[in-house]
């Protein structure tokens, strides 16, 4: 496999350099048809400069005539924003998991957040779940999203207090109440979902793809090639492996369904991704 690694600008003509204070690396999972969104994203990442060491784009389908434009809008960005951007690429066509694995073993900083370009997130959230991180010594942390269905939908303001949040047990016992068959996962929709306590008549919600974790996790756990649902399931890994994980109950992002990397998807890739989906149903069937 031919994997390139692209990192514009440097230490020196941009004044970069790792701070003390800059833990988290930022990694995207990126296809041709999110180039588009890149503006948007590191606008919105800007604002937290100081904890961010840099932003990895894990980008699949690499061809030259759409890098090309990719590396152009990558260096505005660097110059606009300050922050550092390193293009890790390949030629092939990877899932999301597969993209986001790659990224991951790029990364240096304690912290690695994984985020969808296409989507938004709350102002400060980085920083508020690298406090939480440190605070509660967890291994992951997990919030809540809104669904943002019309672009005129705006995030609401975040109220919620340490005494709020969701520890290792309590999601524990609610996501393996009945055990765990992880070899059937992905065959129904949200079986590979992290479940929360519901109190009242609030519903809470995961986004397994907008989540901040430990970088040491990668020596025990990796995304699966299973899809969709291959975030989720991450996330149950650590948590069915003992790990520490913690959820805060406040809508941190918003997710934008009919942007989804599924929806942008080719036919070939939506065909390849259904034919794996059925070989897996079958496997296990069979087991």
Same mark, same amino acid.
């Given at each position: 496999?031919?994997?390139?690694?692209?990192?514009?600008?440097?230490? %020196?003509?941009?004044? !970069?350099?790792?701070?003390?204070?800059?833990?988290?690396?930022?990694?995207? &999972?990126?296809?041709?048809?999110?180039?588009?969104?890149?503006?948007?994203?590191?606008? /919105?990442?800007?604002?937290?400069? *100081?904890?961010?060491?840099?932003?990895?784009?894990?980008?699949?389908?690499?061809? =030259?005539?759409?890098?090309?434009?990719?590396?152009?809008?990558?260096?505005?960005?660097?110059?606009?924003?300050?922050?550092?951007?390193?293009?890790?690429?390949?030629?092939?066509? /990877?899932?999301?998991? %597969?993209?986001?694995?790659?990224? !991951?073993?790029?990364?240096?900083?304690?912290?690695?957040?994984?985020?969808?370009?296409?989507?938004?997130?709350?102002?400060?959230?980085?920083?508020?779940?690298?406090?939480?991180?440190?605070?509660?010594? =967890?291994?992951?942390?997990?919030?809540?999203?809104?669904?943002?269905?019309?672009?005129?939908?705006?995030?609401?303001?975040?109220? !919620?207090?340490?005494?709020?949040?969701?520890?290792?047990?309590?999601?524990?016992?609610?996501?393996?109440?009945?055990?765990?068959?992880?070899?059937?996962?992905?065959?129904?929709?949200?079986?590979?979902?992290?479940?929360? &306590? /519901?109190?009242?008549?609030?519903?809470?919600?995961?986004?397994?793809?907008?989540?901040?974790?430990?970088?040491?996790?990668?020596?025990?756990?990796?995304?699966?090639?299973?899809? &969709?649902?291959?975030?989720?399931?991450?996330?149950?890994?650590?948590? !069915?492996?003992?790990?520490?994980?913690?959820?805060?109950?406040? /809508?941190?992002?918003?997710?934008?369904?009919?942007?989804?990397?599924?929806?942008?998807?080719?036919?070939?890739?939506?065909?390849?991704?259904?034919?794996?989906? *059925?070989?897996?149903?079958?496997?296990?069937?069979?087991?």
């Amino acid at each position: 496999m031919r994997i390139l690694v692209v990192t514009l600008g440097g230490a %020196q003509d941009m004044n !970069w350099g790792v701070t003390v204070d800059q833990s988290i690396t930022v990694v995207v &999972p990126l296809v041709p048809a999110h180039d588009h969104f890149l503006p948007n994203l590191i606008g /919105q990442l800007s604002s937290e400069r *100081d904890v961010i060491a840099k932003v990895v784009l894990a980008r699949s389908s690499a061809r =030259s005539r759409n890098m090309r434009e990719l590396f152009g809008t990558v260096r505005r960005l660097e110059a606009d924003y300050g922050v550092r951007i390193n293009v890790l690429a390949t030629h092939r066509q /990877q899932l999301a998991g %597969q993209n986001r694995n790659r990224g !991951w073993h790029n990364v240096q900083t304690p912290f690695t957040a994984f985020l969808d370009a296409d989507d938004e997130y709350a102002q400060d959230r980085l920083s508020t779940l690298m406090q939480v991180a440190e605070s509660e010594n =967890s291994d992951l942390v997990l919030h809540d999203f809104m669904l943002k269905e019309r672009e005129t939908d705006v995030l609401p303001m975040a109220t !919620w207090s340490t005494q709020d949040l969701i520890r290792t047990e309590y999601l524990y016992e609610a996501t393996f109440a009945e055990g765990r068959d992880r070899a059937r996962e992905g065959r129904t929709p949200g079986d590979t979902n992290v479940r929360v &306590p /519901q109190e009242g008549a609030k519903v809470r919600r995961v986004h397994h793809g907008h989540v901040l974790v430990r970088t040491e996790m990668r020596k025990t756990y990796a995304f699966s090639n299973l899809y &969709p649902g291959e975030d989720g399931q991450f996330c149950r890994d650590i948590l !069915w492996g003992g790990g520490r994980v913690v959820y805060v109950p406040a /809508q941190l992002s918003a997710y934008r369904p009919h942007m989804s990397a599924e929806t942008s998807a080719g036919l070939t890739l939506r065909i390849r991704r259904r034919i794996a989906k *059925d070989y897996r149903r079958l496997r296990s069937d069979l087991a």
